[in-house]
């Protein structure tokens, strides 16, 4: 098949949903439509976990993995935020290959005097075959198919209408729902910052006894020097306690944040992609939709 042009990109050969999506590129198979493989990504995730222990056991100054080391939860933050950024880069890439499903028009004949209807609308769901590997992978097009292939058991145009509206609300509860997971691990990301503070609060506290057991009965100036010294000694675990307190609340903050932000970003992609369906359907199906002609 010839070249085609399709907005600003060519069409050459067909327009494949496998195409630039990465856990078909790892050789797994799609989590479908938009979804990602969570597990692939949480085995991904383990793996680069571990790389960012002996990484910074290597490389660093000294300082970011020592606050890493300070609490289990600082690592547990690590896993999850990997995981959910490795969801949303898959979700990213899946819906800029049903976008490009948005850009192929030229199964509806560009004629002012063509419409659609029973008789034409297999035309159309060849088209689309013709130009599109696996069409029923793509949200538009499993939505035409749906409206196209029961045009005969359809009546009127606002029967049409009503089963691709449908159709988009199946679509936009699936997308939600494909967010429930990551979701979860936004907010489960800050509960675990909080359980730190909890374990270096009380880390903190069960070593300020022995501050508070500190004899402060001392003469002469060697003496008071020990004194000092020995207080000193008993306060520096009082001290890595507060400080695993405060860096594990603020290690989780800042990835929960980082993720949301993210998350959105991703979000507002998929309903960007979901108005494109709806305007498209609008524009070449429900406005060229005759039924009174069979």
Known sequence: MSSKAVGSEELSGTLDSATGDLECMMGCRSGGFTRARGGLWFG???ILTVATFFV????????????MNRCWTNWACALLTYWCLFILLAKWTKTRIQMKALKVEEVFPRRSDWVLSPA????????IRRLVARP?????????????????NIGEVKDV???IDSQA????????????????????IPVLGFIGTVVGLGHAIGNFEGVLMANPDTTGVVAAAEAVTDIREKLTPVIAGLATAFETTLVALVAAVGVQLLMTMVYQGEEALLDGMSDFCNDHVISRLKLTDW
Do not use: Q
């Not at 000294?62 to 606050?67: A, Q, V």
């Not at 034409?120 to 088209?127: D, H, I, Q």
């Not at 199946?170 to 990551?182: E, H, P, Q, R, V």
């Open 136 to 152: 029923r992978e793509f949200l538009l097009f499993n939505r035409l198919h749906l409206a196209l292939s029961n045009l005969k």
């Open 161 to 163: 209408g009503a089963v």
């Open 44 to 46: 991904i995730s383990v």
């Open 169 to 188: 609300s199946s679509d936009t509860s699936a997308i939600d729902s494909s967010y429930t997971g990551i979701r979860a691990l936004i907010w489960t």
């Open 56 to 67: 910074l056991s290597i490389w660093s100054d000294g300082y970011m993995f020592n606050m």
């Open 120 to 127: 034409t609308a297999p035309e159309v769901l060849a088209g």
